[in-house]
């Protein structure tokens, strides 16, 4: 059974960090994509950060390059979301999920396995 929990998420202020966390069991990393996706108040769910099967194909969506790493340890079943530099735009809910490249392309919002959510908050 696939699982995932996050956590990490917060109230912060605009310009500062936060480093989000999810814990995983149930599937491997070598076969499935990870990714971040987040919810924002009225808008649709959309994905943040993803990365491959090997690790080494990742999405980042437009708004948060060059501010927001996805990073995952194997040995330690977990995936983690460094996101830096927040805007008051980064506020929403946080969930990581994960599914199989055989039937779903990274990033893609209908992945079938998901955590619980985290809200993140930043304030201006």
């Known amino acids: 059974q696939v699982q995932l929990v996050e956590s990490g998420g917060g109230l912060m202020q605009s310009g500062g960090s936060l480093r989000l966390a999810c814990a995983t069991r149930?599937?491997?990393?070598?076969?499935?994509?990870i990714g971040w996706f987040r919810q924002a108040p009225g808008k649709e769910r959309e994905g943040v950060a993803c990365?491959?099967?090997?690790?080494?194909?990742?999405y980042y969506t437009e708004s948060v390059k060059g501010r927001f790493t996805i990073s995952r340890d194997v040995d330690r079943n977990m995936f983690y979301l460094q996101m830096d530099d927040l805007k008051p735009e980064d506020t929403g809910t946080y969930y990581c999920?994960?599914?199989?490249?055989?039937?779903?392309?990274?990033?893609?919002?209908?992945?079938?396995?998901w955590g619980q959510g985290t809200q993140v908050t930043v304030s201006s």
């Open positions: 990365l491959s099967t090997n690790g080494r194909t990742t």
């Open positions: 149930g599937f491997a990393y070598d076969y499935w994509n």
């Open positions: 999920a994960t599914d199989t490249p055989v039937l779903f392309k990274l990033c893609a919002n209908n992945w079938r396995h």
